[in-house]
């Protein structure tokens, strides 16, 4: 066990349609990372969150949209479904202390079991 | 455009075999990871490195700045080392993100 959990774990839904991941990091850790591994494309980075502030953004699509609340969890929402949006989505957290705000140390990351998202 | 190279994709291996996976990329890095992602999905980090070699159990990985190589090798393997193991790099020198790139992954078996 990681110690990073998501919710749900499993997710179907219609195109079209709105929905929302959730990521709660390890205790003490500060980034949270959002990641799709989908069949044809693999595992892709969508985007970073330390500290509750967007520091690095990836193949993340218009439709999707992330943030980090105070208590450090995050959620993902994905927005318009569609087909091709079905994917296994995981969330990964570290620490990443710095010497200052500009600076991330280089950090192992742990990650949580994943969404499995179905789009019908 | 910044990626990186897994070889072999497939491995089939007898238990007890020594394993060697490789993870080439193309620019500078300041870190590179190995994952192990099991058939239920879950990916656990096995390894992060930015330079030599680090040693974990029956794993071992090891790094080469210089040839931007780095290999990932499972001594006297056994059927529960069966998974897909995945290379992913964090390009450039630092600053305050943490972008990975990730590998296709190589799909190990371990026969008994």
């Known amino acids: 066990d990681s110690g990073v959990t998501q919710t749900p774990k499993h997710l179907i839904t219609a195109t079209g349609q709105r929905v929302t991941l959730r990521c709660s990091p390890r205790s003490g850790d500060l980034s949270v990372y959002w990641y799709q591994q989908s069949l044809d494309q693999g595992l892709q980075f969508l985007i970073q969150y330390y500290n509750g502030e967007e520091r690095a953004k990836g193949n993340i699509l218009e439709r999707f949209s992330a943030q980090q609340f105070p208590d450090l969890h995050s959620e993902l929402n994905l927005s318009s479904l569609e087909l091709g949006d079905s994917a296994l989505y995981f969330c990964?957290?570290?620490?990443?202390?710095?010497?200052?705000?500009?600076?991330?140390?280089?950090?192992?990351?742990?990650f949580g079991p994943g969404t499995r998202l179905t789009v019908l | 455009k910044n990626e990186v190279e897994q070889s072999p994709q497939n491995l089939t291996a007898q238990e007890g075999e020594f394993i060697t996976i490789n993870c080439s990329y193309s620019v500078g890095i300041s870190a590179l990871h190995w994952l192990q992602q099991h058939p239920g999905g879950g990916i656990v980090s096995l390894f992060m490195l930015s330079s030599g070699k680090k040693k974990h159990g029956r794993l071992i990985a090891t790094i080469n700045i210089q040839e931007k190589h780095s290999s990932l090798h499972i001594t006297a393997s056994h059927p529960r080392d069966s998974a897909v193991y995945i290379c992913?790099?964090?390009?450039?020198?630092?600053?305050?993100?943490?972008?990975?790139?990730f590998g296709k992954g190589t799909l190990l078996t371990v026969n008994p």
């Open positions: 990964a957290s570290s620490v990443n202390l710095g010497p200052n705000r500009d600076m991330i140390t280089v950090n192992e990351q742990f």
């Open positions: 992913a790099v964090r390009y450039g020198s630092g600053g305050s993100n943490y972008k990975l790139t």
